[in-house]
């Protein structure tokens, strides 16, 4: 079928009322929940062809993440799905306001690359928790796993329900032409713009999920056995590949050494120079990622790592000695590459992260609250965590999403309903009582009630 006519038959669907009942939503939960559960292997097998993701990371990253987010979404959905009574006012008494949760209609997804299970499925959950049809585009840089995702879909779900559609520019352009009622897009700040442009086309609403160079503090209070250890996780799980891995580090200039040396302990014992098998760390998704990589650690001052073999697609964990105006300070580097920077004093912070775009996530790692509640007041930030980096991400209890240049919108546990329900307000009137007072002809005298009472 083509995409045109794909599009016809969900926007039937919908308008048939396929996925209006709690009933409705939670066979298809419980069928994506199949999906995720009973083809883990395959799945993580998929991902592990793609760019050699080991298992462990692969089911902590990409599958456990889904079913976690499915079952609190089979928890909460009947509370959440529930019309909501609000307060009346004078103006309209007497009446009852009620707010009704409305799923869009039919939605588009377009997922990334870099974890192409749980960034494909998770908009998902939230698109279908909240009654939406969904037509699912996933990365076709991660091959097997797009692919995979096609074919298990075709075997879960009716295509009127939910259908992945394959391909990359070409595809997604013809998509973006298509009629959607809204479109989740997770991907690079570049794309989204694009995505953008063309949804504005039609007036569709868009939540975009975009990255950014995510900062990570570390004042001179810091834990640093601890910090160095969550640091260096949050940079090396995925090889770096991470939306919200931590770009790098700006630190007090008083433990920067410090710091550098932990590092390579840490490194050390995470993956003591063990990098052949695979079995611990990831290798990057393909030859342009590699050399863009390699051209960034070319024109850094590497203290520490950053071998790298081309024709495996492998590059080490690198230290690297930065300034702000070196290159790898001017994109987001998207691979295990980690600048360190120090500042003085305290507000150096604040005046160098507000003077570049806000990033997806922040990272500070001190117990001192001072510090803390200054960042939090003056340094604008998607989201992110103190003394800890990346796992903000695990909490459903929390929205998750960029600000300015690293998104808008948000998505994980109800906010994903959110996301993909429109708020309808309703007022309800008895047909008793009809006072004159609102309607032609005006006189002084309706003026004056309604100051009276309005006023
Ligand atoms: P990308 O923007 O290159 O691709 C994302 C999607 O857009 C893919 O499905 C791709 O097929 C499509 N696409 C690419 N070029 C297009 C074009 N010209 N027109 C229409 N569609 C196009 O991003 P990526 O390389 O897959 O992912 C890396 C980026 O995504 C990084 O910037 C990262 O920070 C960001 N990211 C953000 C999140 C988040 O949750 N905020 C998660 C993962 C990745």
């Given at each position: 079928m083509n995409i045109s006519d794909l599009v016809k038959n969900q926007k039937a669907a919908f308008s048939q009322g396929i996925l209006r009942t709690h009933e409705d939503r939670t066979r298809c939960l419980k069928l994506l929940r199949d999906l995720v559960s009973e083809n883990e292997e395959a799945l993580c097998n998929a991902v592990a062809q793609d760019f050699g993701k080991p298992y462990v990371e692969a089911f902590a990253t990409e599958i456990y993440t889904l079913l976690h987010e499915i079952d609190f979404h089979l928890k909460h959905l009947a509370k959440w799905m529930k019309p909501e009574s609000v307060s009346g006012s004078i103006a309209v008494f007497p009446s009852k306001s009620v707010i009704y949760n409305r799923p869009f209609g039919t939605v588009l997804v377009i997922g990334a690359w870099n974890y192409p299970i749980h960034l494909a499925l998770m908009p998902v959950i939230g698109a279908l928790s909240a009654g939406n049809t969904v037509i699912l585009k996933p990365s076709e840089l991660a091959t097997h796993t797009s692919a995979l995702l096609a074919k298990l879909t075709d075997h879960y779900f009716e295509s009127r329900v939910f259908k992945v559609v394959e391909g990359a520019v070409d595809e997604t352009r013809e998509l973006l032409s298509q009629p959607f009622d809204k479109i989740f897009f997770t991907g690079s700040t570049r794309v989204g713009k694009i995505v953008m442009k063309a949804a504005a086309e039609q007036l569709i609403p868009v939540n975009l999920e975009l990255g950014g160079k995510s900062p990570t503090i570390v004042h001179h209070d810091a834990n640093l056995d601890v910090s160095a250890k969550r640091i260096w996780w949050g940079k090396t799980i995925n090889a770096g590949q991470t939306c919200v891995a931590p770009d790098f580090v700006l630190i007090h200039e008083s433990v920067k050494e410090q710091f550098i040396e932990k590092s390579k302990e840490v490194l050390n014992t995470f993956f003591k120079n063990d990098y052949v098998t695979g079995s611990n760390y990831c290798r990057i998704i393909n030859e342009d990622h590699f050399d863009r990589l390699k051209g960034l650690l070319e024109s850094s001052n590497v203290i520490f790592g950053g071998s790298t073999n081309r024709e495996t697609l492998f590059i080490e964990p690198a230290i690297i000695d930065a300034?702000?105006?070196?290159?790898?300070?001017?994109?987001?580097?998207?691979?295990p590459l980690l600048p360190v920077l120090s500042y003085k004093n305290e507000s150096e912070i604040v005046e160098q992260l507000t003077a570049r775009p806000a990033p997806l996530a922040l990272y500070l790692f001190t117990e001192k609250q001072e510090l803390q509640h200054l960042i939090l007041e003056r340094v604008p930030f998607g989201g992110g965590c103190f003394n800890e980096t990346v796992t903000h991400l695990g909490n459903p209890h929390l929205p998750f999403g960029g600000v300015g240049s690293s998104g808008m919108g948000s998505y994980h546990g109800k906010y994903s309903f959110e996301t993909f329900t429109r708020k309808q307000g309703v007022l309800k009137k008895p047909i008793w009582p009809d006072p004159d007072l609102k309607y032609p002809p005006y006189d002084e005298s309706k003026i004056k009630w309604l100051k009276k009472w309005l006023v």
């Open positions: 300034k702000w105006d070196d290159p790898i300070m001017q994109e987001e580097i998207f691979g």
